[in-house]
């Protein structure tokens, strides 16, 4: 048997919120140098400040400024610090303290080493050179107890919105089904399986049929041709994006198989694209064919006549 596929994935997109009243202020104290905190019903100071009162559930809006020193209250060593984080090198992420406030804030303490940092340490901000808005307008935080140099004040307009960068990075190891599937793609190949019990053919195979809970060992070749089942015309752009909009991402239902897979339709016109239509695989050039089914770049309408209805209606 060979050995499953493994392979590294980055998955990664820039969010972007809005950040009403109360997370505004934060970040906008953040960039001039303060630190905030909102007081709640029951006299405690959050930081950061929270947008509802945890009690009563009431709107909160008693903002109070805190200190920009505070004390480690609990730490975990980062022996390799990620891609984003806020220091390349070792550090600590510690929950902090900060005078003037009862709740704890989690930010990153450039400790050195694990021999520098303990509970009940006192640190002060580290402000970042460049500053505007967000919680890493603090660049991290240092032991000491001299309060920081203050950083020059900007006078801009309030922060209102803020761009967060998500990146998740891991190594993937697929099943030996999955595996022989992606090793098929490598050919050209369509590799599914049919469950024994139900008879039914799944793309990507699982391994075992949902319905029934029996190995699905019997793998079945398939056509690159099928149907669209449902589809959605993309009009937004985003980032990364590769085509311009409009597109059409649908659901195609290979010929012989039980499930439908998302994929681009393209070749005519986005409001050309019907449920029904009949679809072929447009791959790539065979050079460029990885373990991927990005081997096919998309499909193209065959020109035939649309599937009835009824025959893939409960497919849907």
């Known amino acids: 048997m060979s050995e499953p596929l493994s392979a590294p994935l980055d998955i990664g997109f820039d969010y972007t919120r809005s950040l009403g009243p109360v997370l505004s202020r934060f970040a906008t104290e953040l960039r001039e140098g303060r630190i905030i905190g909102v007081r709640g019903s029951d006299g405690r100071v959050h930081v950061p400040p929270l947008e509802y ?117 891991y190594q993937h190891s697929a099943s030996p089904e999955e595996s022989r599937y992606l090793r098929g793609l490598a050919e050209g190949r369509m590799l599914a399986q049919r469950c024994p019990a139900c008879e039914k053919v799944y793309i990507p195979p699982r391994g075992a049929c949902p319905t029934d809970g029996v190995p699905t060992e019997e793998e079945v070749e398939l056509a690159d041709t099928g149907i669209v089942t449902t589809f959605c015309i993309v009009n937004v752009p985003f980032l990364g994006q590769r085509i311009k909009p409009p597109y059409v991402a649908a659901y195609v239902l290979l010929d012989g198989a039980d499930i439908a897979f998302l994929h681009l339709v393209l070749g005519c016109e986005a409001d050309e694209v ?35 209805f009824d025959s893939y209606a409960h497919h849907l």
């Open 274 to 308: 019907r449920m029904g239509m009949r679809v072929k695989a447009s791959w790539k050039p065979r050079e460029q064919w990885a373990h991927t089914l990005e081997n096919i770049d998309h499909f193209e309408p065959t020109g035939q006549p649309d599937a009835p």
């Open 53 to 169: 009162d945890p009690e009563t559930a009431s709107p909160l809006d008693d903002f109070v400024e805190v200190g920009t020193r505070g004390t480690v209250l609990s730490w975990t060593w980062m022996p390799e610090p990620l891609e984003g984080q806020p220091l390349a090198h070792p550090f600590a992420w510690a929950l902090i303290r900060l005078d003037g406030a009862d709740t704890p804030l989690l930010h990153a303490v450039d400790a050195g080493s694990p021999g520098g940092i303990d509970t009940g340490m006192r640190v002060r901000v580290r402000w970042a050179a460049e500053r505007g808005g967000g919680i890493r307008d603090i660049a991290c935080f240092e032991p000491g107890d001299t309060p920081p140099d203050p950083p020059e004040t900007t006078g801009q307009d309030p922060v209102t919105m803020l761009t967060s960068p998500i990146r998740l990075s």
